[in-house]
């Protein structure tokens, strides 16, 4: 199982919006394809899954403030 | 969190590789600044993913309060004489062949702080003569003199900001001026013939097509070789907001407007900024970049945003 997590960003920026995950839980996904949209005061960004595999748990929401580091999900 | 509600095609990938945290460790553990942290640069991660950083000297705190930009406002303390040294490490390390070096603005010191531009740029061309250096300068409050000091030292590419268009000065540089800047890129020209020269502009600061195009021509004016244009993002809610958010197509129209009024080469893109993918930028107008010493790990998140964007290598 791999945890997605929130890269690190720029310095003093420490935290995203969830606003969109690409996928549901169960699906299955390739690594590189766009998993889950984020919203920082500068941009939206859209995070890549890091593996391939199948989306086993989606841990945020929609609309919630996650943490750089934060484990978004897990993939396995 | 503020956001400007930003439109579907100011997105970016979230890049997260190994050499983004290892340019992360390496700038930290150097304590060596860079504007890429300081804007708070939505290209960081892109950046830092390629060991690609823009380097910022004579510390991280300002004399200017520019309406635009995140950096620290506030009284500067003294020149780092180890700062120098330690850039050059950064450059080993992350194994840079086009190193890009900026400033904060320092009207505290009686030079401008044009002695330390001199003396990074000095110490890199002592580890390598293939390195290639661009620089970013300040105004130096319009003294002539300082700007020939840090052109003396032979950089590659001379950069300055016009940053926006005329009208707009007061309100996005006070402090500097419009044709203040456009005559230190004209001096630069004009005193370093083999110099590349170049220049960029944020949009979205409320100004008219109008002024932009003008704006362009102005910068042209001064025999500048490179313009880069890119969209404002406001970095905090104490800067000034966004007024508009150009959309691709408009950005494809400028680098068309640029490249027929005589830019050798024009980055046009919501993304682009003045030293985002400098060394591509570089290269298109001629200048001979040795391959890297260090070769990234291949990474298919990876994406150039400047193509994607429609303003093309």
Same mark, same amino acid.
């Given at each position: 199982m791999t945890d997605v997590t ?23 996904? @390739? ?35 996650? @943490? ?9 | ?128 003569? #293939? ?37 707009l000065y007061p309100l996005v ?7 203040? #800047? ?38 042209? #004016? ?69 391959e890297r010493s260090y070769k ?18």
């Amino acid at each position: 199982m791999t945890d997605v997590t929130l890269p690190p960003l720029a310095q003093g920026v420490d935290k995203a919006n969830v606003s969109y995950w690409h996928h549901n839980v169960g699906d299955a996904i @390739k690594e590189g394809e766009d998993l889950v949209e984020l919203v920082t005061d500068k941009a939206t960004f859209n995070l890549p899954a890091p593996i391939s595999g199948v989306l086993k748990e989606v841990l945020v929401s929609e609309g919630d403030a996650v @943490k750089v580091g934060q484990t978004l999900a897990k993939i396995g | 969190m503020q956001n400007d509600n930003f439109p579907a095609w100011l997105k970016k990938r979230l890049i997260a590789n190994q050499d983004l945290f290892e340019t992360k460790e390496i700038l930290s553990a150097l304590k060596v600044n860079t504007v890429c942290e300081s804007s708070l640069c939505p290209n960081l991660n892109e950046c830092f993913s390629r060991r690609f950083a823009t380097f910022l000297i004579l510390g991280n705190v300002c004399t200017r309060s520019c309406g635009f930009c995140s950096v620290l406002k506030d009284s500067p303390g003294a020149v780092d004489p180890d700062e120098p040294a330690r850039i050059v490490e950064a450059v080993k390390r992350l194994g840079l062949k086009y190193v890009v070096i900026t400033s904060v603005t320092r009207d505290d010191l009686a030079d401008g702080g044009a002695g330390q531009f001199v003396k990074v740029i000095e110490q890199i061309k002592k580890i390598s003569t #293939s390195v290639k250096i661009e620089v970013l300068i300040p105004d130096f409050n319009g003294e002539g003199y300082l700007a020939d000091r840090v052109i003396g030292s032979r950089p590659d590419i001379v950069g300055h900001n016009i940053e926006t268009v005329e009208r707009l000065y007061p309100l996005v540089r006070p402090g500097a001026g419009y044709e203040r #800047s456009l005559a230190l890129l004209r001096a630069v020209r004009s005193r370093s013939a083999g110099t590349v020269t170049k220049s960029g502009i944020m949009l979205g600061l409320g100004e008219t097509d109008d002024e932009v195009i003008g704006a362009l021509n102005d910068i042209r #004016s001064t025999g500048c070789d490179i313009v880069t244009i890119g969209q404002y993002l406001r970095p905090g809610q104490y800067n000034l907001p966004v007024k508009r958010f150009v959309d691709p197509q408009k950005f494809t129209r400028y680098k068309l407007i640029g490249e027929e009024i005589g830019f050798k080469y024009v980055a046009s893109g919501p993304f682009v900024r003045s030293s985002y993918f400098a060394d591509v930028y570089s290269a298109a107008v001629g200048l001979d970049i040795k391959e890297r010493s260090y070769k990234p790990k291949e990474s298919r998140h990876d994406r150039c945003d400047i193509a994607a964007s429609g303003s093309g290598r």
